[in-house]
């Protein structure tokens, strides 16, 4: 299964400021996801990222606050705009091949962010 | 919307015990269900993937079992060990086609602790 390196493992932002995100994966992927984990909450879906498209966000979260580039198969970033505390969480990306279907899903190592 | 549940939240047990996680899942039209565990504050490791045909997946001293029809699936843990403890999240991916393909949807997770 692929190999996904997420950048950075952590940071601490200001309040106002933006964060990007990276990964990177080891093949191409058809589909790459974001998500957001909140302290002591599961993951959510932040959208999905498919190349040569714009990204899909699910309810309640927008392009303005969380925009997606995903400009080949093999790499992603999620930026965090204008942060607040409430932005602080554990941010993932994930990464799966389609075709046949999703085979399964490879996760990078996660982004802890607090914004302070 | 397809939701899924873990049970229990927590479980502490020592070691040597077999335990039994238990997923459930409300919309059985899923293409596989995967299996995860993850530590504190780090990304997600991917344990097991079960597709929709299948009934059950083994690695090593973990078996996870699914029945579709039913929406459930456990995650049999085989004489644990304080190195299993983390906590383990049960996935399942939509079915192809629709808006939801290739999404994971989450259960909240299962706190496992192995004291020696």
């Known amino acids: 299964s692929a190999v996904i390196s997420q950048k950075p493992s952590r940071d601490i932002c200001q309040r106002g400021t933006s964060l990007t995100i990276q990964c990177q994966v080891d093949?191409?992927?058809?589909?790459m996801f974001w998500y957001r984990q909140q302290p002591g909450q599961s993951l959510t879906l932040i959208a999905t990222?498919?190349?040569?498209?714009?990204?899909?966000?699910e309810s309640g979260f927008v392009i303005d606050k969380f925009p997606i580039s995903r400009p080949n198969l093999t790499f992603s970033t999620l930026t965090v705009s204008n942060m607040s505390p409430e932005d602080s969480s554990i941010y993932l990306c994930?990464?799966?091949?389609?075709?046949?279907?999703?085979?399964?899903?490879?996760f990078g190592s996660g982004t802890r962010l607090t914004v302070v | 919307k397809q939701e899924v549940t873990q049970i229990p939240a927590a479980l502490s047990v020592p070691e040597g015990e077999n335990l039994v996680l238990n997923c459930s899942f409300t919309d059985s039209a899923i293409y596989n269900l995967q299996w995860f565990r993850q530590d504190p504050g780090k990304g997600l490791t991917s344990l097991l993937l079960i597709q929709s045909s299948q009934r059950e997946q083994t690695s090593g001293r973990l078996n996870a079992s699914l029945d579709k029809s039913s929406g459930r699936s456990t995650l049999y843990i085989a004489a644990s060990q304080p190195g299993d403890s983390a906590t383990y999240l049960c996935?399942?991916?939509?079915?192809?086609?629709?808006?939801?393909?290739?999404?994971?949807?989450f259960g909240q997770g299962t706190i496992l602790t192995v004291h020696p």
């Open positions: 990222a498919n190349q040569g498209s714009e990204a899909t966000y």
């Open positions: 093949s191409q992927v058809t589909m």
């Open positions: 996935a399942v991916v939509a079915n192809a086609g629709g808006t939801s393909y290739g999404k994971l949807t």
């Open positions: 994930s990464g799966g091949v389609t075709g046949q279907g999703p085979y399964g899903y490879t």
